[in-house]
């Protein structure tokens, strides 16, 4: 029965349906505090869809990354990515939206490693950058294939986040999940995803989270066509210290 005064919530299907060879950039900028300055770090990749059996293969290549942090941490955040600049990965994503391996990981990690070995030969033993770069390698060298994946694919994975999925609109959905990085280590934090706009091609939704001493709020603008996050800004607090995140998929120039 429907009650006078009190608002029906209603489900929103989202479709998993990416635009096919088409080309994409992905723009990721975070501006985080190092050594008490906020700096700013920002990476952009090319991506591109291809029907492949019921799923996709995402073809996705990191162009560009960039920092005004000081060394401390600008290197490490260089150390991590440079390897990875101009190596095209192949990821397999099926048909609910979910990427499930990487084609190519074999040729992906050999690249990997050979860029690493590169920039460590051209600095000296003992320097900031050598060093960033050896804890980055050991990192590397200690993972699963699981694991990985996981490491590769986790940039990307944020634009499938509803795709395939449901969201209420009304009083909205509870959330639960972990937050904290990269500020301090993540803690449960819990809290409300709601639809604040909707039209017949997308959907604006807002998540307010909170945990102890930490306070997320993120806003989503969803395709109704094809269920990828367009736009997202997150902004995530810790005690005195934040973080804020943009990232937007956009047609290629």
Same mark, same amino acid.
């Given at each position: 029965?429907?009650?006078? %005064?009190?608002?029906?919530? !209603?489900?929103?299907?989202?479709?998993?349906?990416?635009?096919?060879?088409?080309?994409?950039?992905?723009?990721?900028?975070?501006?985080?505090?190092? !050594?008490?300055?906020?700096?700013?770090?920002?990476?952009?990749?090319?991506?591109?869809?291809?029907? #492949?059996?019921?799923?996709?293969?995402?073809? #996705?290549?990191?162009?560009?990354?960039?920092?005004?942090?000081?060394?401390?941490? #600008? !290197?490490? *955040?260089?150390?991590?990515?440079?390897?990875?600049?101009?190596?095209?990965?192949?990821?397999?994503?099926?048909?609910?939206?979910?990427?499930?391996?990487?084609?190519?990981?074999?040729?992906?990690?050999?690249?990997?490693?050979?860029?690493?070995?590169?920039?460590?030969?051209?600095?000296?033993?003992?320097?900031?950058?050598?060093?960033?770069?050896?804890?980055?390698?050991?990192?590397?060298?200690?993972?699963?294939?699981?694991?990985?994946?996981?490491?590769?694919? %986790?940039?990307?994975?944020?634009?499938?986040?509803?795709?395939?999925?449901?969201?209420?609109?009304?009083?909205?959905?509870?959330?639960?999940?972990?937050?904290?990085?990269?500020?301090?280590?993540?803690?449960?934090?819990?809290?409300?995803?709601?639809?604040?706009?909707?039209?017949?091609?997308?959907?604006?939704?807002?998540?307010?989270?909170?945990?102890? %001493?930490?306070?997320?709020?993120?806003? *989503?603008?969803?395709?109704?066509?094809?269920?990828?996050?367009?736009?997202?800004?997150?902004?995530?607090?810790?005690?005195?210290?934040?973080?804020?995140?943009?990232?937007?998929?956009?047609?290629?120039?």
């Amino acid at each position: 029965m429907l009650v006078p %005064g009190i608002a029906q919530a !209603e489900t929103i299907a989202i479709p998993f349906a990416p635009p096919v060879d088409q080309r994409l950039t992905y723009q990721i900028e975070q501006h985080r505090p190092v !050594e008490g300055k906020v700096s700013r770090f920002s990476a952009t990749r090319d991506l591109r869809f291809e029907k #492949a059996g019921d799923g996709y293969i995402l073809h #996705a290549t990191l162009r560009a990354i960039d920092s005004d942090a000081p060394a401390s941490g #600008a !290197e490490p *955040y260089a150390a991590a990515l440079t390897p990875l600049i101009g190596v095209k990965h192949h990821f397999h994503v099926d048909a609910a939206g979910q990427i499930v391996a990487l084609d190519n990981m074999d040729a992906v990690w050999s690249a990997v490693q050979a860029g690493l070995a590169k920039m460590l030969a051209a600095f000296a033993p003992d320097t900031p950058r050598h060093r960033s770069l050896l804890s980055v390698q050991a990192l590397l060298s200690g993972l699963s294939p699981d694991g990985r994946l996981a490491l590769l694919a %986790g940039e990307l994975r944020p634009i499938f986040l509803f795709a395939g999925g449901k969201v209420e609109d009304g009083a909205g959905r509870g959330v639960r999940t972990v937050a904290g990085a990269p500020l301090g280590r993540p803690v449960p934090v819990e809290g409300v995803l709601r639809v604040t706009a909707q039209s017949d091609k997308a959907l604006d939704l807002d998540e307010q989270l909170a945990g102890q %001493g930490i306070a997320v709020g993120i806003t *989503y603008r969803l395709s109704r066509r094809t269920g990828l996050i367009e736009k997202q800004q997150r902004n995530l607090m810790l005690g005195t210290r934040a973080v804020a995140e943009k990232r937007e998929l956009t047609p290629a120039q």
